[in-house]
């Protein structure tokens, strides 16, 4: 569901949007999982990975258009409920638990306002190139 959601929204978006003015920009949410492997998390990473290589394609098929653009958006390690769980969680790979578990302990995860700060920042400057994969850090 994550997976196929994700493609059927974007799907619909640009078949309703694609080249009408004004600039049409397409986030997808993706995390450092999609481009590096985490153990314990093969899921989540296949997911993400899948999502990445959708929105880079839905970039490459549409290049060449004026108005359209694609980004990646990977907001971080944030300090939400999924990180709480992973701070928790006993079947989780030892090394990403204790990674999880200290930057919670040290508030060290980040803000999940300052990560959409910085995607409006990234949209509003426009300097990103389309289907790129742009993580907060």
């Not at 974007?10 to 985490?38: G, K, M, Y």
């Not at 999502?51 to 359209?68: N, P, Q, W």
């Amino acid at each position: 569901l994550n997976v196929t959601s994700a493609t059927w929204i974007s799907s619909q978006f640009v078949s309703t949007f694609d080249d009408t003015p004004p600039l049409v920009r397409i986030v997808n949410i993706s995390s450092l999982c999609a481009i590096e492997p985490f153990q314990t998390m093969a899921v989540y990473c296949m997911g993400k990975a899948a999502r990445d290589m959708y929105h880079l394609v839905l970039a490459k098929e549409h290049k060449d258009s004026d108005t359209m653009k694609v980004l990646n958006y990977a907001p971080g390690p944030c300090d939400t409920e999924m990180t709480d769980v992973l701070a928790g969680s006993a079947v989780l790979d030892w090394d990403l638990h204790q990674y999880y578990a200290t930057s919670k302990r040290d508030q060290k995860l980040v803000d999940p306002l300052d990560s959409a700060k910085k995607l409006i920042e990234l949209l509003e400057k426009d300097e990103f190139t389309t289907g790129s994969h742009v993580d907060y850090f």
